[in-house]
């Protein structure tokens, strides 16, 4: 079974670090981009950072570009955000998502996890 | 960047009716970079559309998207209504910035 299983999230003080991490099952994930993407409380969804199957390009969203790294792990089928001097902006639910192959769009999720900045 | 902008931003409608939820960009862009997506409260995202038309698998064929013919105009239309439905929906474009627009629910009436 296609899987993707995020860990890593908590609470967290301004100006603190944390890494997320999403767990692969199931598909060839070296073969695919795989993206973060979330979610504050009551609002919409915000992409955050995607990164090519090799781990070669990356993109981020200007509000987290330099504070946060996407990074992947294909022996491990592991991918990671890496979050630095977290904000209580980026309070949110965290979902990681596989690319289609062949098509643009994030096919399978996981089921996310929260992550909360505060004193 | 590309900005989308979804209408309107909640739809109130009854079981068996047609739903149609628009997506306008702001600068017009191939139809291949867009997506659509369903999510339920307590849920994550699921694909829908992509590449403006085409259904992801498994997705209903009540499930159908459009493309105005401007390149900026994108259409999800729910044929008829069913309980399962009513949800909140979101197109995105697929760029270097995977920009989400910022959500149509669609409630029941």
Known sequence: ?119 | EIVLTQSPGTLSLSPGERATLSCRASQSFSSSYLAWYQQKPGQAPRLLIYGASSRATGIPDRFSGSVGGSGTDFTLTISRLEPEDFAVYYCQHYGSSRTFGQGTKVEIK
């Open chain 1, 1 to 119: 079974e296609v899987q993707l299983v995020e860990s890593g999230g908590g609470l967290v003080q301004p100006g603190g670090s944390l890494r997320l991490s999403c767990a692969a099952f199931g598909f060839s994930f070296s073969s695919y981009a795989m993206s973060w993407v979330r979610q504050a409380p009551g609002k919409g969804l915000e992409w955050v950072s995607s990164i090519s199957g090799s781990g070669g390009r990356t993109d981020y969203a200007d509000s987290v570009k330099g504070r946060f790294t996407i990074s992947r792990d294909n022996s491990k089928n592991t991918l990671y955000l890496q979050m630095n001097s977290l904000r209580a902006e980026d309070t949110a639910v965290y979902y990681c998502a596989k690319d289609g192959l062949y098509y643009y769009g994030m096919d399978v999720w996981g089921q996310g996890t929260t992550v909360t900045v505060s004193s």
